[in-house]
């Protein structure tokens, strides 16, 4: 039997005596606002067994942790089509690069980049009644947890300083892989990404990738094919171009934000947040990343 709770309060107090705990994003100028001491670490197994330390209940911005869920509705409504207008490949580029849409004809890399995460924010768009609404009630099913809400006030500062992902919609739209309006659907892009959640809260919203598509309370989502090809994205893509380190190093599929987020995974197993808000250069949460090599390194479990 691992005991999570004394592997997890080992992590913590490592991060909290570490001198370096890396860089706040401030070009969302909200998110600059955060404590760059806040540090939280929650798991939660298969069986729905909770280990905590830290800052796990607090909420903050999850940012691009948002894409795997998006990408998640629009699969279970649209399907393999999806696959017509955006691509599988790691982009081995930082997440809002926009040389490579020119090159491969306004076809994204993959989903978990800006680019690719607009083009599927234009098909919920385009297919949800009510977007924002009816997004934010998918979360709050599959987590089970009414109180997840958007963040107005980071939603509003992303689109006041958001010119790199006007750009990328601009761009989209001249190859004709954006059918909606460019305002509306970054509207959605940023409301999404303004998504404020706290560890435990992320556990719960991502069981499903660890349970085959099936949510806490036993409910099928998405289908095991669709969950197989979501983790592998998040392998492969999830840490923008610090992928191939993540894998390296941790072994899990999982996403990060610029909010200095980050969920992993281990199939049938467990689920797994941190949150600590100083990036790397990469853009990925310095020491949510160090936290999660030591947790498997401690209990010696990977996906390999
Ligand atoms: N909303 C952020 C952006 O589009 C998300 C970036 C991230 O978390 O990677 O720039």
Redesign the pocket.
């Given at each position: 039997m691992i005991d999570y709770s004394k592997i997890l309060n080992t992590i913590h107090h490592e991060a909290t005596t570490s001198k370096d705990r890396g860089e706040i994003a401030t070009y969302i100028p909200e998110l600059s606002k955060v404590d760059v001491t806040k540090f939280g670490i929650h798991l939660m197994d298969i069986h729905k067994n909770e280990f905590s330390s830290g800052n796990a209940k607090e909420k903050f911005s999850i940012?691009?942790i948002s894409k795997v869920l998006s990408l998640s509705q629009a699969l279970s409504i649209i399907g393999e089509d999806l696959w017509k207008r955006i691509d599988v490949e790691p982009s081995g580029d930082p997440?809002?690069h926009l040389s490579l849409l020119e090159l491969e004809n306004g076809i994204p890399r993959n989903p978990l980049i800006?680019a690719g995460a607009i083009v599927v924010a234009d098909i919920l768009v385009s297919k949800l009644k009510n977007p924002k609404e009816d997004f934010l009630t998918f979360i709050q099913d599959i987590s089970g947890d009414k109180s997840i809400n958007f963040d107005s006030k980071v939603a509003q500062s992303?689109k006041q300083t958001g010119f790199n992902?006007y750009a990328a919609a601009n761009l989209l739209k001249s190859y004709g892989n954006l059918h909606n309006d460019v305002d509306t659907v970054l509207d959605f892009y940023f409301h999404q990404?303004s998504l404020s959640m706290s560890c435990a809260q992320l556990t719960k919203v991502f069981y499903i990738y660890m349970n085959r598509g099936k949510c806490m309370q036993n409910k099928t989502y998405l289908t095991t094919s669709q969950v197989k090809r979501i983790n592998a994205l998040m392998l492969t893509c999830g840490f923008y171009d610090e992928a191939g380190e993540f894998a390296f190093e941790v072994g899990l599929p999982g996403k990060s934000?610029?909010g200095g987020g980050i969920v992993a995974l281990l199939p049938n197993n467990y689920c797994v947040a941190t949150w600590s808000p100083g990036l790397n250069k990469k853009?990925n949460s310095k020491l949510g990343m160090l936290a999660l090599e030591r947790l498997t390194t401690a209990t010696q479990q990977s996906i390999f």
């Open positions: 940012q691009s997440f809002n800006n992303e992902n990404c934000g610029v853009g």
